[in-house]
């Protein structure tokens, strides 16, 4: 059973009398435990389709479905149940994800107090949390005595605090820098595979590809390609990541070739197509210039 499926998602807004197309047929399948990168460009859909899948906004057509629930036809209750208990979220701007007033261990065990936990397991679990993302020495600290690292670290205290089948990551590292960038993801890569939480980061920052185990990237409101990383031992007995890039095929038979593709062979509206044994052929369409296939 897939933890994200969506299948042919549209999202259309209406701005006056003008029709903007979020999302046009996106498909996109995660499966639990996953931890995945969504990248794409302003204007690519991919604030829409965290919005969507958050539940937070609804598809104008198509299929969403997260942990099991119709994210189509959830009634107003239902929807406040999925985002308080299903899905999690770490924000870029911290302001979003800590209250100032209170300390790390009181921000985590603030959405367990909404649950109803009892004080004594309140407090554990959210020592056992802080822990986890390396903050137990700094619990007793308020956001403004944190560094941004730690701050985004306890964010993810927080957002695993309701145990959520997925959490969704918005631009987690956009602030800082690199070396503090590399320790969010190491927490975010501890949780994931500790805790078994889907996580979702979504980001323009093709790097993070680096970070995660697939990296889905969306251009034009559809997904246009994935990006694969797996270990591999080579011939002198040492492990290297391998990272393979495919162009995603929709159910329409469609793909997006990658811009750099598209430039190299100077491709416009049309290209010529010839099916061989095991591959496909693809050519810029000269024809009418008298060109011939390279």
Not at 4 to 14: A, G, P, T, W
Request: include cysteine.
């Amino acid at each position: 059973m897939n933890q994200i499926l969506c299948d042919n998602l549209v999202k259309i807004y209406k701005i006056a009398d003008l029709e903007v197309v979020a999302l046009q047929g996106l498909d996109l399948m995660v499966e639990p435990g996953e931890f995945i990168a969504v990248v794409g460009a302003s204007g690519s859909g991919k604030s829409t389709l965290q919005n969507i899948l958050g539940g937070m906004d609804t598809p104008t057509a198509g299929k969403a479905e997260v942990a099991g629930f119709d994210l189509t036809s959830l009634t107003p209750k239902e929807r406040t149940i999925y985002r308080r208990r299903i899905v999690g979220f770490v924000w870029q701007q911290t302001t979003r994800n800590l209250l100032p007033y209170l300390d790390a261990k009181e921000n985590v065990e603030l959405p367990l107090v909404l649950e109803g936990m009892r004080g004594a397991d309140r407090r554990e679990y959210a020592g056992e949390l802080l822990a986890l993302v390396g903050m137990s020495e700094r619990a007793s600290h308020r956001p403004d005595e944190l560094s941004g690292g730690e701050q985004q670290r306890v964010a993810i205290a927080i957002a695993l605090a309701n145990r959520p089948k997925v959490l969704f990551a918005d631009e987690p590292t956009g602030e800082l820098d690199t070396e503090t960038a590399g320790d969010v993801f190491a927490t975010l890569r501890a949780a994931n595979r500790q805790l078994g939480v889907t996580v979702v980061v979504l980001t323009h920052d093709p790097l993070v590809s680096e970070q995660v185990d697939r990296t889905i990237a969306i251009r034009d409101g559809r997904t246009s390609s994935e990006t694969l990383r797996r270990s591999q031992i080579d011939d002198l007995g040492e492990q290297r990541v391998i990272a393979e890039e495919f162009a995603v095929l929709d159910r329409a038979g469609r793909l997006q070739l990658p811009a750099e593709y598209v430039d190299a062979l100077e491709l416009e509206r049309r290209v010529r197509l010839e099916l061989e044994p095991d591959h496909i052929g693809v050519w810029p369409d000269r024809h009418h210039s008298g060109g011939e296939r390279g």
